[in-house]
């Protein structure tokens, strides 16, 4: 008869580490640990059924990842939130596996609102012909998408995407992975409100200010889109 330890331990999928390291990030992330003691390897290790190096392995990544710390005779124990890495694709997945939050959605739209404008507007300054082919062809698969010849969700995240890539600008671009997260929550819960998928005409005028090389415009165009869905958001909230 297996013990609980082997069936844990199946559950984790075939990277032992990285199956442990999903586990126990998602348990933080969505609170189980609130207001108890962090076990120690040895009993992460027991109660998986995995090896105490592949639970060393796998605190050293949530700790690098701001979930945890380690202190001399005190243990191991759980970060507060201001203290996690968010610009962390694993975190933010967990994050977003949490019971939905309309004030995460807020902030996930805050950050964008400070981003994306400014990429627009440095888009329609510095892109050269590979970036407005990238931004046009993102545009593109929107139109396929209305006419139900792309998936929607993924046409969207790819022209905002589009947009960062043809700033130029490296660090705009860092925020990549955080931008098509906030977007993919942002879109889902919209597209739920409303009933329908992305504006095309907003979207179309965001393309149109860039490739003329209009920067006032384009920054405008992305607030407006941004705008829009922060009022949807305060009004559900309110």
């Not at 013990?3 to 586990?23: C, F, K, M, V």
């Not at 003691?37 to 998986?48: C, D, G, K, R, W």
């Not at 939130?81 to 694709?89: A, H, I, P, R, Y």
């Not at 998928?197 to 003329?212: S, W």
């Given at each position: 008869?297996?013990?609980?330890?082997?069936?844990?331990?199946?559950?984790?999928?075939?990277?032992?580490?990285?199956?442990?390291?999903?586990?126990?990030?998602?348990?933080?992330?969505?609170?189980?640990?609130?207001?108890?003691?962090?076990?120690?390897?040895?009993?992460?290790?027991?109660?998986?059924?995995?090896?105490?190096?592949?639970?060393?392995?796998?605190?050293?990544?949530?700790?690098?990842?701001?979930?945890?710390?380690?202190?001399?005779?005190?243990?191991?124990?759980?970060?507060?939130?201001?203290?996690?890495?968010?610009?962390?694709?694993?975190?933010?997945?967990?994050?977003?596996?949490?019971?939905?939050?309309?004030?995460?959605?807020?902030?996930?739209n805050q950050l964008?609102a400070a981003i994306?404008?400014?990429?627009?507007?440095?888009?329609?300054?510095?892109?050269?012909?590979?970036?407005?082919?990238?931004?046009?062809?993102?545009?593109?698969?929107?139109?396929?998408?209305?006419?139900?010849?792309?998936?929607?969700?993924?046409?969207?995240?790819?022209?905002?995407?589009?947009?960062?890539?043809?700033?130029?600008?490296?660090?705009?671009?860092?925020?990549?992975?955080?931008?098509?997260?906030?977007?993919?929550?942002?879109?889902?819960?919209?597209?739920?409100?409303?009933?329908?998928?992305?504006?095309?005409?907003?979207?179309?005028?965001?393309?149109?200010?860039?490739?003329?090389?209009?920067?006032?415009?384009?920054?405008?165009?992305?607030?407006?889109?941004?705008?829009?869905?922060?009022?949807?958001?305060?009004?559900?909230?309110?």
């Open positions: 008869m297996p013990q609980t330890g082997d069936i844990a331990r199946e559950s984790l999928g075939r990277n032992l580490t990285y199956g442990l390291l999903d586990h126990i990030g998602r348990q933080i992330v969505t609170g189980a640990f609130d207001g108890k003691p962090f076990p120690t390897e040895a009993e992460l290790s027991a109660q998986h059924g995995v090896s105490r190096s592949v639970t060393r392995e796998a605190v050293k990544m949530l700790t690098a990842k701001g979930l945890l710390t380690a202190r001399p005779r005190q243990g191991t124990s759980v970060q507060p939130v201001g203290q996690w890495n968010l610009f962390d694709t694993d975190v933010l997945r967990w994050l977003l596996e949490r019971k939905f939050s309309v004030q995460l959605l807020a902030q996930f964008r994306e404008p400014a990429a627009a507007a440095l888009a329609a300054s510095t892109a050269d012909a590979q970036g407005f082919a990238l931004i046009a062809a993102g545009f593109a698969r929107m139109e396929a998408a209305e006419r139900g010849e792309d998936d929607g969700l993924d046409a969207d995240i790819a022209f905002h995407l589009a947009i960062l890539r043809a700033s130029g600008n490296p660090f705009f671009m860092q925020f990549r992975d955080l931008v098509a997260t906030a977007l993919r929550t942002s879109i889902r819960f919209t597209n739920r409100i409303l009933g329908r998928t992305a504006d095309l005409a907003a979207h179309g005028a965001v393309k149109d200010a860039i490739l003329a090389r209009n920067p006032t415009a384009a920054s405008a165009a992305m607030s407006a889109i941004i705008g829009d869905v922060m009022l949807l958001i305060e009004h559900t909230s309110s």
